[in-house]
């Protein structure tokens, strides 16, 4: 696996392998980026939004997408799989930050930031 630094890759057959709770909790897809201080991880859930009085509420239409930023041990520390089995293993299911919508691809898009996403899985179409 491919990490560049602030280029998302995505992780998503990695971590589902790695930490069941995520196939279980309803996430579609994950993706990590290595940034100058953190780590960024994101989830995207499918089937809830956020509503600021009641929190995730179902809702079969919608994604949330959840950027959750890890410290990392020195600046500017490469991502490694040993770093990165940590990370999903240990992932408390927390976020710094969220958006949301209808449409995955878009969400996935705002992440992409015209450089591109490394592994970015092709989604098919029904």
């Not at 069941?20 to 809830?48: H, M, N, Q, T």
Request: aromatic letters at 12%.
């Amino acid at each position: 696996m491919n990490f560049e630094f602030a280029k998302y890759t995505e992780i998503t057959d990695y971590a589902m392998k790695h930490n069941p709770d995520y196939k279980a909790s309803g996430y579609e897809r994950i993706f990590i980026c290595p940034d100058v201080w953190d780590f960024w991880l994101v989830r995207i859930l499918k089937g809830y939004r956020n509503d600021e009085e009641e929190g995730y509420v179902e809702d079969p239409d919608n994604f949330i997408l959840e950027r959750d930023k890890i410290e990392m041990d020195r600046k500017g520390q490469n991502l490694t799989l040993s770093k990165l089995n940590k990370i999903v293993t240990e992932d408390e299911f927390e976020n710094w930050d969220l958006i949301q919508g209808n449409d995955i691809e878009e969400l996935i898009d705002s992440l992409d930031d015209g450089f591109g996403i490394i592994n970015r899985k092709e989604v098919k179409q029904v």
